[in-house]
Nanobody
Framework: QVQLVESGGGLVQAGGSLRLSCAAS????????MGWFRQAPGKEREFAAT????????YYADFVKGRFTISRDNAKNTVYLQMNSLKPEDTAVYYC?????????????????WGQGTQVTVSS
């Protein structure tokens, strides 16, 4: 069992930055591929980024390439999402999740554990 808790969301102006964190419980964090998803009001939850177990490989959705960076610190059981050049359309609840599927895990059903989400609001 893995419990995930996101933090770092908030209100930011367009062009600004935020860094989301996701703290995991348990001693098996490093055995999971980790991902970030987001869900805007009235829309489906969509994949944003994922990172492999060691942190050596990452994969991004096209809409975040060049703006968001996913990273992890296995010693701290934490995965991060650095978000730069934010746009109003990035407004959503952001979720972290843990997967043990093949690489790269981009579908929701590939992820076993989910956090409760953190709200990100980007004003224009």
């Amino acid at each position: 069992q893995v419990q995930l808790v996101e933090s770092g969301g908030g209100l930011v102006q367009a062009g600004g930055s935020l860094r989301l964190s996701c703290a995991a419980s348990g001693r098996t964090f490093s055995s999971y591929r980790m991902g970030w998803f987001r869900q805007a009001p009235g829309k489906e939850r969509e994949f944003a980024a994922t990172i492999n177990r060691s942190g050596s490989s990452t994969y991004y959705a096209d809409f975040v390439k060049g703006r968001f960076t996913i990273s992890r610190d296995n010693a701290k059981n934490t995965v991060y999402l650095q978000m730069n050049s934010l746009k109003p359309e990035d407004t959503a609840v952001y979720y972290c999740a843990a997967a043990r599927s093949s690489w790269p895990p981009t579908a929701r059903n590939e992820y076993t554990y989910w956090g409760q989400g953190t709200q990100v609001t980007v004003s224009s």
